[in-house]
């Protein structure tokens, strides 16, 4: 769809001061802060109000040898942070066991069929991982059952709170816990680190094995959910992501080497060149294939295995999955795309498919808000129940919308970008009728116009390769940290043409203030019939390294380009 750029003002003359100043990083303090992440800065776990509580029991069931679960949903936060807290308790000694629903027949979140089984299997702790917040019944069950629930999870309290034995959430109301941002696996994290600085304080036999910083051995794991759940970059998230990214590189855990060797990602791990491009569309993916197509238990098996040949057949099966995802998900994504034909200028779309997999449906609400840029619910039609998944623009929040047509759902929950839903198939017609009406007093309709953000004209002499280096600086990319996006105006057009597998790519060289600049548009083919050898465009780009007989070099990623005379709003 056609953006409208805004070039912000240069206020700076610096690259660097200019691109802090775009993120409100002002101070010296912040400023050093945000270009050296340090994990000194992590906050202490136990700012969480019922940490201690929740510490002290765990703990006291490994004492007692009492039978612990951890429970989580299926997607890369919550699988990533089962294996945090199921590796921990490991190492302190206990055998937990683990409860993963299937997507298919339970759906997201706690229910209580699950802890029917659980109750029988004894079971006297259960953990949440990623989940839990809203589980009214099931808390009320493990009361009733004798069973201690400690929920870990970050999402949003949207009614009453369970009666848990402990819960563990920055978001809920009056917590201390200053940030707010943190993932499921970052709260699981923090669990993990709590536990074992407790464990040592009581001189627990199994501390000994454990030495003071051992839990940053988890970090890459933390790195993965974090960036797969789309969370802001900044404050702890930074820092989490930033070392998880170099305990990446020389993982202990033979799942995450089988899915670099698999990704052909070995060789950038030895040099350390792994960043969130890794994690959030390489690995990530490949967790998350196994709980959209069988069962999310299989890339569980996989980060918690111990051998290399076990974990590299695991790997291959994921392999399988994904691929056979990302059929599926295009064959929607086509279906999903003809009902809009009529709809798409509403401000929420829904469409529907009484054979679409739940396992695809956020995928692709994802990629129409992307193509559509406004609120996309997508619903897998049962007969009875329908069950959904939505992704939303940054003025709209959808749980918000959610909340105002709750009469209408069964269960529901998630973030204000995206959220999951469960109503009866009759209702779905009044249910968008619902939300369309809340859309209209909530959703600008300047909210609905793409906006392409570009954080700074730069000069033909500006693009080189010390601002190169000073701009990897502000890695890890990724939510609320963007990969600065820069301007070069009337750059002359020297040669172009198609490249990749069905002529999909654009390469094209530039000409500007007497040099010359390679760049590369991925999936702008279709574009090149706009091109003209000798006119001259404004191209809005990032700055890329790229390795060419061992020497890096700069290249510039197209993200979008128009004619020279086209007016740019700053």
Not at 306 to 335: H, K, P
Request: proline letters at 4%; charged letters at 25%.
């Amino acid at each position: 769809m056609q953006k409208l750029w805004k070039i912000k003002p240069r206020n700076q003359k610096d690259l660097v001061q200019q691109l802090l100043e775009n993120r409100g990083i002002k101070s010296a303090r912040d400023q050093v802060e945000f270009l050296n992440p340090d994990y000194a800065n992590l906050h202490d776990p136990f700012l969480f109000s019922e940490m201690g509580k929740a510490v002290q029991r765990i703990l006291k069931a490994i004492a007692n040898h009492e039978k612990i679960l951890i429970y989580s949903d299926y997607d890369a936060d919550a699988v990533t942070a089962n294996a945090v807290v199921f590796r921990a308790l490991r190492f302190l000694g206990a055998s937990p066991e683990t409860y993963i629903p299937d997507r298919f027949s339970e759906g997201y979140g706690l229910n209580p069929e699950a802890f029917l089984k659980i109750k029988a299997q004894n079971v006297k702790v259960v953990i949440t991982a990623d989940c839990g917040t809203n589980s009214i019944q099931e808390a009320a069950d493990c009361r009733n059952y004798g069973i201690d629930l400690i929920i870990t999870d970050h999402h949003e309290l949207t009614g009453e709170r369970p009666e848990a034995f402990a819960l563990v959430n920055p978001k809920l109301p009056g917590e201390k816990y200053p940030y707010r941002e943190i993932t499921g696996v970052g709260v699981a994290f923090k669990l993990i680190c709590a536990l074992f600085a407790e464990a040592r304080k009581m001189e627990m036999p199994q501390a000994k094995n454990i030495p003071e910083g051992f839990e940053k051995w988890f970090l890459d794991l933390v790195a993965i959910g974090t960036v797969a759940d789309c969370h802001s970059l900044l404050g702890e998230n930074r820092i989490l992501v930033k070392y998880g990214l170099k305990v990446l590189a020389k993982t202990k855990w033979p799942g995450l080497r089988a899915i670099l060797q698999l990704s052909g990602l070995d060789e950038k791990a030895l040099r350390q060149e792994l960043d969130t491009y890794t994690l959030g569309f390489i690995i990530a993916p490949r967790i998350n294939a196994a709980g959209r197509i069988e069962h999310a238990s299989i890339a569980f098996e996989l980060l918690v295995s111990e051998d290399q040949t076990q974990a590299l057949g695991i790997a291959q099966e994921l392999e399988r999955l994904n691929t056979r995802r990302q059929i599926l998900t295009e064959n929607v994504m086509s279906e999903a795309r003809q009902q809009l034909e009529l709809i798409s200028e509403r401000k929420v779309l829904l469409v529907s498919g009484s054979d679409w997999p739940k396992g695809v449906v956020g995928l692709v609400a994802g990629k129409l808000v992307e193509e559509y840029f406004r609120p996309v619910l997508v619903l897998e039609r049962g007969a009875v129940e329908s069950t959904g998944s939505g992704r939303s623009v940054s003025q709209f929040n959808l749980v918000d919308a959610l909340q105002h047509a709750k009469e209408h759902l069964v269960r529901f929950g998630g973030h204000a970008a995206a959220a999951g839903f469960t109503l009866k198939t009759e209702h779905v017609e009044i249910f968008y009728k619902r939300l369309l009406d809340y859309a209209e007093t909530n959703l600008p309709e300047e909210a609905l116009t793409k906006v392409l953000e570009i954080e700074a004209e730069l000069l033909p002499e500006e693009i080189n390769l010390q601002n190169f280096a000073e701009i990897e600086n502000f890695e890890p990319f990724g939510v609320g940290n963007i990969r600065p996006r820069f301007i070069l105006r009337n750059a002359e057009i020297k040669e172009f043409g198609l490249v990749g597998k069905d002529h999909k790519h654009l390469q094209l060289t530039v000409q500007a203030g007497g040099k010359y600049f390679r760049c590369i548009g991925f999936n702008f083919g279709k574009a090149a019939a706009q091109l003209q050898g000798g006119s001259k465009i404004d191209l809005a780009f990032e700055l890329l390294g790229d390795f060419w007989n061992g020497e890096k070099r700069l290249k510039l990623r197209m993200i979008d380009f128009r004619k020279a005379t086209d007016e740019i709003i700053n």
